[in-house]
């Protein structure tokens, strides 16, 4: 019996019980979200930022013009998942795709649900997978499917 | 249009890391002491300290513990603190006391609850004896002592309790 034997073991969870403010511009991203609806936010160069940003990316000026977007989008980039870890949104195999909202001119993370590899390809068109039960977080997009 | 009042504010975000510890050589002798009762740190052979719960080295000199030493569970209190913010999911309801407590014939404290008192009457060098569970709960763990009760005992002068220490342990410095 080597020495390694001799040690003990144990299972151990450490966890941090955060809740996170919103603030007023993801606040109302994800109140939208909850409601089942996308909005986006104009920037002062006249682009869509999906999902919206508190401060503008160029003059860093405070946004709030909000845009109402539709819940169709085009995959831009993506990686894929051949083994899903426990805590991601899909249990099988899914990509991980920057997604272009129809409307919005920045894309936004997360994931689609296309089947195989082989359905990715790039400018696909895809619509949101509505979770069953919302309730105001990006969770509430249970994730994208080929529209 | 979103109702004001029922605009999302806050979202839970929490963040949980699964570990499997690895207690290492001389925690484990160390627990499996406790489970059958017995509280057995390490004396140091360079400082003479004996160290409760045991590392395995000298946190000073860094020389490899190896001589075994029982430990009694009496001890004193060297600070506390009284805690009024519930734990989630810890059955310890607050009010509680949480402790640095230094078993005599030790050199060095751990934390555990002291509790079955006024925690008015807790001072820095009450002196306080383990109340433990049940033996058949007994296993590889410090909650085997539940928590420590102050003996009715006059606190100890914890700085006079340091020189004595220092210079008890003098006697075992052979490296």
Redesign the interface.
Known sequence: MSREDDVLRAEFDLEFTYTRSTGPVIGRFYTDLRDGKLCGIKASDGRVLCPPQEYDPVTAEDLSEFVSLPDTGVVTVWNWVKQPRAKHPLQKAFAWALIKIDGADTPMLHAVDAGSESAMKPGMKVKVRWAKERKGAITDIACFEPA | M?DEK????????????????????A???F??SMKEGKIVGQRSPATGKVIVPPRGSCPESGKPTTEEVELGDTGTVITFTVVHIPI?NNPVKPPFIVANICLDGADQTFIHLVSDCNNDDVKIGTRVKAVWKDKAEWD?SMDNIKYFKPLDEAPVDIEKLKASRLKEVGKYRHA
């Open positions: 979103s029922t605009m999302v504010e806050g979202f839970e975000a929490p963040i949980s890391l699964h570990y499997t510890f690895a207690a290492g050589h925690i484990s002798k627990l499996r989630p590889y």
